[in-house]
């Protein structure tokens, strides 16, 4: 098998990520009222969701779409797609990571999802039917015992809630590229390059295009937000769009977590990596050409000192990341339609790290004509979304 990629292994949006395997997930990005928070999310300076203004037209049939999923029936749906495979990411994760000898990177701590107002804990409290409805683990943390769970907090948050199955990397590089190295001892081969095209021969893919033809028996499309560029020249187009993320890595925090928090009203979360405390969110809506604003990254460091009165944020790096995503949340992960030896597996959003084995475990059983782990017709690249 040959990886082909335009960056080294792990060098894209995997080694920027908060490093959370968020085994929990059930809930869509598109929820039922989002429509109501998207004034106040959106019309702010450095609001943690923005668009900017020459990405507006390319948007637009994405953001039609998000709107309709998040209706009650679509965020159900989406729900139970999202759960069938994040409740299975350490079933197919953890083995690969053990075969890698990288167990040192990871944490089985949970994640906090934290809520700073009785408000923001309220609707917490009703959106947790979701686990509920799923059959997850989790418990709702009050502000006292919060305080306890992670000191370093400012203690009169309202409260959280703790998903207790979901794990942590203290290194998402380290950790892909322990992977990588495991890929690479049973064989793998790497070629650093973009892909630009396909040759195709009716209803196969014969090679790939680089700045070479590269002959292939499969051709499996798994390159994040670039994906769409690719799918679409193989007679599979999907409204693919990228939630850019932004993260500023504080070397000298003064501040350990134990766990991940996450701060969803001000859509960041916060993780105790080796040696710093990354703080990984934001979304911005500009695509893949449009420069970062690392203004974004830096708001991060003034949002955090406002949660954690220790926090040292003299000392700083930022990086901006491509989240590719659907506006059902649901990935792709899909036979293609048109050719019989195509494969896709993308559009994972917010959740690539935690859903990344479960799919590479799908695709390569579908691959072999084996049972998957999980029904892949809720991930049909030729759905209706």
């Known amino acids: 098998m040959t990886l082909i990629d335009r960056l080294p292994p792990g060098e894209g949006t995997s080694s920027g990520n908060a490093g959370i395997i968020s085994v929990g997930s059930v809930h869509p990005e598109a929820m039922p009222g989002i429509y109501k928070e998207i004034p106040y999310m959106v019309f702010r300076r450095m609001a943690p969701v923005t668009l900017r203004s020459a ?7 994405w953001f039609t779409r998000f709107l309709a999923c998040s ?19 350490m079933d197919y994760l953890q083995p690969l990571v053990s075969e890698a000898g990288a167990d040192g990177l990871l944490r089985h ?63 998402p590089l380290a950790l892909s590229r322990a992977l990588f190295a495991l890929f690479q001892r049973k064989g793998g081969e790497f070629i650093q390059a973009e892909v630009s095209g396909f040759v195709t021969d009716e209803r196969q893919v014969t090679a790939v295009r680089t700045d070479q033809e590269l002959p292939c028996e499969q051709a499996f499309i798994t390159a994040g937000s670039y994906s769409n560029l690719l799918s679409q020249q193989l ?28 701060f969803v009203g001000r859509a960041f979360a916060a993780t105790s990596m080796q040696d710093s405390l990354r703080l990984a969110g934001t979304v911005e809506f500009a695509g893949l050409k449009a420069a970062p604003n690392y203004a974004r990254a830096r708001v991060l460091g003034q949002q955090a000192a406002a949660l954690f009165p220790g926090l040292n944020i003299d000392k700083a790096e930022t990086w901006m990341g491509y989240r590719p995503s659907l506006p059902d949340s649901v990935p792709v992960i899909s036979a293609s ?14 959740l690539g790290l935690t859903q990344a084995a479960v799919t590479g475990a799908t695709l390569a059983a579908m691959a072999a004509d084996k049972e998957t782990p999980v029904d892949v017709s809720a991930y049909r690249i030729d759905r209706k979304i």
């Not at 990405?55 to 049939?61: E, I, K, S, Y």
């Not at 989790?138 to 703790?162: F, H, N, T, W």
């Not at 339609?337 to 917010?350: S, W």
Request: aromatic share 8%; hydrophobic share 35%; glycine share 6%.
């Open 55 to 61: 990405h507006l037209w390319h948007f637009l049939p």
């Open 71 to 89: 209706s009650h029936a679509r965020a159900e749906t989406s729900s139970i797609s999202i759960h069938a495979l994040s409740s299975k990411a």
């Open 109 to 171: 701590e949970g994640s906090l999802y934290v809520h700073e107002t009785e408000a923001q804990l309220a609707k917490a409290r009703a959106d947790c039917a979701y686990y509920d409805r799923r059959g997850v683990d989790y418990r709702i943390i009050e502000s006292k015992e919060l305080a306890q769970m992670e000191p370093s907090l400012r203690p009169d948050v309202a409260g959280a809630v703790l998903t207790t199955q979901a794990a942590h990397t203290v290194s």
């Open 235 to 262: 007679n599979s187009p999907v409204l693919l769009d990228t939630e850019r993320g932004y993260h500023l890595q504080l070397t000298d925090p003064g501040v350990e977590l134990r766990r991940p928090l996450l």
């Open 337 to 350: 339609p048109h050719y019989e030896n195509v494969y896709f597996g993308f559009g994972h959003g917010h």
